[in-house]
């Protein structure tokens, strides 16, 4: 299934940081930026979360709640945020069930090597839960600013 702006955002309910669980109805009426990255702790993903986290009171007076999902263990979760001092939200989807359902599981291609990872992408739902703007294949630098100011616009 390839989600597309208009249509509404798939629900998901998976283990979180500090040991809560996210569900996407818990945000209802609040905007979410839900966003996919590969693994915690790597530059990339660190670079990403803390950028996120610089933005986080401007995103909250938006009535933005930031998410980031990964596949990564949520106690994984927790040292990825007590090391970086980290206030995003952070979901863990181990079985890939959301990684599916919003179209981030796909085939990679490394060094001539293929396998099945996370594809890096953003996805803005507005209160209503419904999706407002997509970030496919996502680069790092600048991207929180261009999803923040997108946000605002809500």
Known sequence: ???AV???APGFSLP?????????SDF???NIVLYFY???????CTTEAKDFTSLAEAFSAANTVIIGMSKDKAAKHDKFIDKHGLSVLLASDEEG???AAYGVWVEKNMYGRKYMGIQRATFLIDSAGIIQE?????????HAEAVLERAQSL
């Open 134 to 142: 997509i970030w496919p294949k996502v680069k790092v630098k600048g």
């Open 38 to 44: 590969p693994k915690d702790d790597t530059p990339g």
């Open 6 to 8: 208009g249509t509404k």
């Open 1 to 3: 299934m390839t989600l």
């Open 97 to 99: 069930t959301a990684l």
């Open 16 to 24: 979180g940081n500090g040991g809560a669980t996210h569900s996407l």
């Open 28 to 30: 209802a009426g609040k």
